[in-house]
């Protein structure tokens, strides 16, 4: 099976197993206000594997006019009826074809983690071109070197994991063209690892 197939499958039968484990105290929440500051309310916001739609989707959907896209079904369903201000779509966050400056806000939380990371750079470009001059991104990366990891225990299913070491993210963003506002490292609440979580910002040119 493709790495793109085992995780929208997976988190298609993991949906719910999954969403019981997102709280508001999650240490990765305290990160949002920077974010949310940054933006005008209302601004226009693409949650990028937007998962169950909660508690991200939800919160951010009280402030701005969010779109929440996932490659999985069923997480999409289930954002629907936790976030019901956002708006929704099915599709691979790699193949968005939104106008230029289009976007106030990019958000990503442990998303782009589950994409191969040849497709990283990429993605980072097309959402540098997504967002408006002076927009913001807040992404998580792997912090560890990871060129593919599949789990067959992941809540009970299979999964597929890559990205690169909190270094070479850091060139990555900087290379598409983003300044970076911070980037902290954020223990996994389902695990011993650690996450890179990045505020950037696309500079008026
Ligand atoms: C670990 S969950 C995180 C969900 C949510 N962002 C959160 O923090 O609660 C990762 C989500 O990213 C989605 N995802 C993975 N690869 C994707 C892709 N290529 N395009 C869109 N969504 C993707 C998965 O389906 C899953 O819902």
Do not use: Q
């Given at each position: 099976m493709k790495d793109k197939e085992i995780v929208r499958k997976g988190f298609n039968e993991i949906a719910l197993k999954y969403h019981a484990e997102?709280?508001?105290?999650?240490?990765?929440?305290?990160?949002?206000p920077d974010f949310v500051a940054l933006i005008s309310q209302g601004g226009k916001i693409l949650d990028a594997?937007?998962?169950?739609?909660?508690p991200f989707t939800e919160l951010l959907s009280e402030h701005f006019d969010v779109l929440g896209v996932d490659i999985s079904e069923k997480q999409i369903e289930l954002a629907k009826k936790n976030a019901p201000k956002a708006n929704f779509q099915c599709i691979d966050m790699t193949k968005l074809s939104f106008?230029?400056?289009?976007?106030n806000g990019i958000f990503s939380y442990y998303?782009?983690?589950?994409?191969?990371?040849?497709e990283h750079f990429d993605l980072l470009v097309n959402f540098y071109r997504m967002l408006k001059p002076n927009g913001v991104a807040l992404l998580t990366f792997h912090s560890e070197d990871d060129p593919s990891s599949y789990y067959d225990d992941f809540f009970d299913t299979n999964m597929f994991w890559s990205g690169f070491d909190a270094e070479k993210n850091i060139q990555m963003v900087k290379k598409a063209g983003f300044k970076i506002i911070w980037s902290k490292l954020i223990g996994d609440s389902l695990g011993d690892s650690k996450h890179l979580f990045v505020l950037l910002e696309k500079k008026q040119k």
């Open positions: 997102r709280n508001e105290e999650l240490a990765e929440m305290k990160l949002l594997g937007c998962g169950g739609g909660y106008p230029d400056e289009y976007f998303a782009i983690i589950h994409i191969p990371r040849d």
